[in-house]
C-alpha cells in the first residue's frame, strides 16, 4: 500500500496545524485578556465610591487652580514691578558701598600709618628717656661721689688744721 503525498496536501496540513497553533494561542490571549478586565472591573467597583468623590470635586479642583494660577500670575507682575522700581536704587547703592568700601580702606591704611607713625615716636620717646634716665642716673652718682671726695678734703684739712 503506497500513499502519495503531493506538496499541495503537505501544505495544507501545515497550514492546518499552523491555524490550529494560532487559534490556541488566541484562546489563550483572550483568557488572559479576560482574566486582566475581570481584575480592573473588580477595582473599579472596589473604588467606586472614591472615583466618584473625585469626579465631584474636580471642577472644584479646576477652580481652585485656576485661581492659584491667576493669583500667580498677579504677583509674578507685582514682583516685576517692584523689580524694575528697585533696580536703579539697588545699582546706587552698589555704588554708594563700593564708595564707603574704597573710603574704609583709604581710612584702614591711614590707621596703619599712623599707628606705626606713633609706635616708632613712643620707641623714640622711650629710648630718650631711657638715655635721660641713666645719663641722670650717672651724673648723680658722680654728685655724690663729689661729695664723698669734698668731705674727705675738708676732714683732711680739718685734720690738717686743727692738730
Given amino acids: 500500500m503506497g500513499a502519495t503525498i503531493t506538496i499541495s496536501d503537505l501544505l495544507q496540513i501545515i497550514l492546518y496545524v499552523a491555524g490550529a497553533a494560532v487559534l490556541i494561542y488566541l484562546a489563550l490571549v483572550l483568557k488572559n485578556v479576560f482574566k486582566i ?33 491667576t493669583d500667580a500670575a498677579s504677583i509674578s507682575g507685582e514682583v516685576d514691578g517692584l523689580v524694575t522700581t528697585i533696580k536703579p536704587e539697588v545699582e546706587r547703592l552698589s555704588g554708594s558701598i563700593s564708595k564707603v568700601s574704597d573710603t574704609v580702606d583709604n581710612l584702614t591704611g591711614r590707621v596703619d600709618e599712623t599707628s ?48
Fill in 116 to 163: 606705626l607713625r606713633v609706635r616708632d615716636t613712643v620707641d623714640d620717646i622711650s629710648g630718650t628717656i631711657s638715655d635721660t634716665a641713666k645719663t641722670i642716673s650717672v651724673n648723680a652718682n658722680n654728685v655724690i661721689d663729689y661729695f664723698y671726695i669734698l668731705r674727705e678734703v675738708i676732714d683732711a684739712l680739718r685734720d690738717v688744721f686743727f692738730k
Fill in 37 to 69: 478586565t475581570g481584575k480592573v472591573k473588580n477595582l473599579l467597583e472596589e473604588n467606586e465610591i472614591a472615583i466618584n468623590d473625585s469626579v465631584k470635586r474636580f471642577p472644584s479642583i479646576t477652580n481652585n487652580v485656576d485661581k492659584i494660577s
